[in-house]
Each structure stands twice: as C-alpha cells, then as structure tokens.
C-alpha cells in the first residue's frame, strides 16, 4: 500500500502532538472477520487479532501479544521502531522512508493496472475496480448525530462507524493521526493488504466530527459474502502495570541486545516466515 500521502488527520503537524500525547490513553482493539451464508442467512465470526495501543510520554506503543511484537510511534523523532521479542530483532522506518515506499509502489500499481485491464482475465473488472477505488476512493458519506453513526458508502467499499464523543478533544487528535500513519506503516510492512487511503479518508472524517470510532464494519463488496469488523474500546489514563510494559520495552530499545536489521530485512526475516 505505497502510494503519495494525500490525506493527513485534521492537517496536523506530528512535532506538535507530544503535549496530547503525555496525557495517558489506553486503546484496546479486536479485529473479526464476518462469513456471511446467504443461502441459510447464517453468519460466522472468526477473531483475527487482538492488540492494545498506549498513548504515553510523547510515543505511541502499539503491542500485538501473538506476533510478540510492539511497535513505538515516535512523532518528535519521525520514525517508527519495531521490536520482535521473541527473535531478538528491532528495526526503524523513518516517516520520509515511508513515504518514498508510498508514492513508488502507488506508481506500481498504476502500471499494474493497466497491464491487467488487458489481460483478458475474467476476474479483471472486479481488481481493477477495486484497486482504482483504493487509490483514489470516493464515498457518499452520511452522520446520524442522534446515534452517532457514519456511513461512508461506495459501489466498491461500505464503511459503517459506530462513533463516540471523547471528552479530549487533543487525543482525538492524536489517535487518527497515529491510526493514519500505522495504516501506511503496515502496508508498507505487507503490500499484499489493503491500500491505506480509504481508512485514512475514514480518519479525516472522524476527526472533523472529533469523534471516536468503536466499530468500524467495512463491506468490500455489496454481493460479498465477506466483511471486517473492528471493535476499539478507549480507556483514559494507564494502570501501573501498562507502564511497566512502557519501561521494560523502552529499556530494551535503549539496552542494545537486540539485533538491527533494515527494514526490508526485517521484513524477510519476520513477514515473509511467517507465511
């Protein structure tokens, strides 16, 4: 998912989060995959990850306890670091790295659609239909404020948000704008996964609302018997042991026994295993 940043959370400029972010924020998120049988209306959730996200000190720490992974969003310093615990292995991506990966697979994809739009394959109309919404999505967006819902619906995609008032108005703020740049990072990380433009056209909604999202259930396609659902619950201040986790994963940074490795490295030795 690399293509040109075109869409930034509320135009925010990430050196100036660090006063939201020390105010403590703890984001729990499920994320479910829905199997829908149309033929006996039966449907069927599977749970494909479970993270927690805290928002401390000036830094994002975004921990996925099955991949014993932990990645840290650093604003002020303009990075990303990602340790893997369990191979004893750390790496970096700048936010500029990210953004040359962005714009140049972005112009992948352009000419890999036009060499498929002539392929003669069957599924052709539905990938390039998909793929150009991805890059450069358009939705009719609606908000029912009685409810707090926003739709956000396409041909191609169907987004349906249940939303919440938050009653910090600067980590609002602060988490669309790190769920912008973690949406780049992790396409970055695994460009078979979906572009990141239609979720951060979401955020930029979100964020001129100032609401919180607590579901977001995505259709990708109005006949599809597949969907996504992803359940955030938004907890202010840490507990004790939260910030233990903090400390012992800052000190690990800082302890150096960890092996670096580049990033594309990083990516062969932990994404490309694991498949």
């Not at 932990?70 to 790295?97: C, G, H, Q």
């Not at 970055?188 to 996964?193: G, H, K, Q, R």
């Not at 995505?218 to 986790?245: C, M, P, W, Y």
Request: with cysteine.
């Amino acid at each position: 998912m690399m293509y040109a940043i075109r869409v930034f959370t509320c135009l925010l400029v990430v050196n100036g989060l660090s006063s939201a972010l020390a105010q403590g924020l703890r984001v729990e998120a499920q994320v479910y995959r829905i199997d829908r049988d149309s033929a006996n209306g039966r449907v069927a959730e599977t749970r494909l990850s479970n993270s927690v996200t805290f928002f401390h000190s000036g830094r994002v720490y975004d921990y996925v306890e099955s991949a014993d992974e932990v990645i840290i969003f650093e604003p002020t310093a303009r990075r990303f670091t990602i340790l893997n615990t369990a191979r004893e292995l750390i790496t970096t991506a700048d936010f500029d790295e990210i953004k040359h990966l962005m714009k140049f697979r972005r112009a992948e994809s352009k000419r890999y659609l036009q060499e498929f739009r002539g392929s003669g394959s069957p599924d052709a109309d539905k990938v390039v239909r998909s793929l150009e919404f991805q890059l450069d999505p358009k939705f009719d967006t609606k908000f029912d404020s009685a409810i707090g819902l926003l739709t956000m619906i396409s041909p191609t995609w169907k987004y349906r948000v249940q939303t919440h008032a938050w009653q910090d108005a600067d980590q609002v703020k602060v988490y669309l704008t790190y769920a912008d740049w973690i949406s780049q990072l992790n396409y970055v990380l695994d460009p078979a996964s979906m572009f990141p433009e239609p979720r951060m056209l979401l955020n930029s909604k979100l964020c001129e609302l100032n609401r919180i999202p607590t579901t977001v259930s995505l259709d990708l396609e109005a006949d599809e018997s597949v969907g996504l659902r992803a359940e955030h619950k938004f907890i202010k201040n840490l507990t004790d042991d939260d910030q233990h986790l903090i400390q012992a994963w800052d000190s690990v940074v800082g302890g150096g026994s960890l092996r670096k490795l580049s990033l594309r490295s990083y990516q062969e030795a932990v994404l490309v295993s694991q498949r």
